[in-house]
């Protein structure tokens, strides 16, 4: 069955192909601002996260501009309307309603699991680290190019990959202690609202018209 995640995903993916693999045309802006505006409220921060993952793609556009000039810019144009459109779409995404939109789309039950005890882990270690920065901070820390600071930095990063494997395995032995057989049950979705099958019926058309005119 068809939920409001997995909705996102099947838009996602739709989008992005034919963004990636059409003709660049005019009509791949509709369906972009009909998710900026179902975010309007995050707009600004959407637009942020867009200009700093613009840092590393600029670096890959130059270095395509000095082979074709044409295919710079239409990499540039085509990476931004995909990245721009994923970010709205997951802005408020903690990650694990991707787990259960895959496992909505019927997705094998071990890859949605281990999707959401990565995503888990990934959480922890965000926490950890800004834990671990706040502590550097409040004693005083200061970064510089010095042997001490990079002796600090080691040192954090081989604590932190520790209580990662720490982690994984405790998880482990608390999942099979549970009698944890592969498949993650997830609580109902929240009911899917009608700017959203907009936008679905919207990619749709796109789709079919980029198909077959």
């Known amino acids: 069955m068809i939920n409001k995640?997995?909705?996102?995903?099947?838009?996602?993916?739709?989008?992005s192909f034919m963004v990636a693999f059409s003709k660049l045309n005019i009509i791949f802006i509709l369906p972009l601002l009909t998710i900026l505006f179902i975010e309007k409220d995050y707009f600004f921060k959407i637009l942020k996260?867009?200009?700093?993952?613009?840092?590393?793609?600029?670096?890959?556009?130059?270095?395509?501009?000095?082979?074709?000039?044409?295919?710079?810019?239409?990499?540039f144009i085509r990476t931004n309307i995909i990245l721009l459109f994923t970010i709205s779409i997951f802005y408020k995404s903690q990650g694990y309603d991707i787990a259960r939109g895959l496992d909505?789309?019927?997705?094998?039950s071990k890859i949605v699991s281990v999707l959401y005890f990565t995503i888990s882990l990934i959480k922890y270690v965000q926490i950890d680290l800004k834990n671990t920065?706040?502590?550097?901070?409040s004693r005083?820390?200061?970064?510089?190019?010095?042997?001490?600071?990079?002796?600090?930095?080691?040192?954090?990063?081989?604590?932190?990959?520790i209580k990662i494997l720490k982690k994984s395995e405790d998880i482990k032995i608390s999942m099979c202690a549970r009698g944890f057989k592969?498949?993650?049950?997830?609580?109902?979705?929240?009911?899917?609202?009608?700017?959203?099958?907009?936008?679905f019926v919207l990619i749709i058309i796109e789709v079919f018209y980029e198909l077959f005119y």
């Open 104 to 108: 909505s789309l019927k997705f094998p």
């Open 133 to 137: 920065k706040n502590t550097l901070k």
């Open 182 to 199: 592969d498949k993650i049950f997830f609580l109902p979705s929240d009911k899917i609202k009608n700017t959203e099958i907009f936008l």
């Open 49 to 75: 996260k867009l200009f700093l993952l613009n840092l590393f793609i600029i670096i890959l556009v130059i270095f395509v501009y000095f082979q074709n000039k044409t295919e710079a810019l239409e990499l």
């Open 140 to 161: 005083g820390f200061i970064p510089n190019t010095s042997i001490f600071t990079y002796q600090t930095y080691g040192n954090i990063f081989a604590m932190i990959f």
């Open 5 to 15: 995640e997995s909705l996102k995903l099947i838009n996602t993916f739709l989008f």
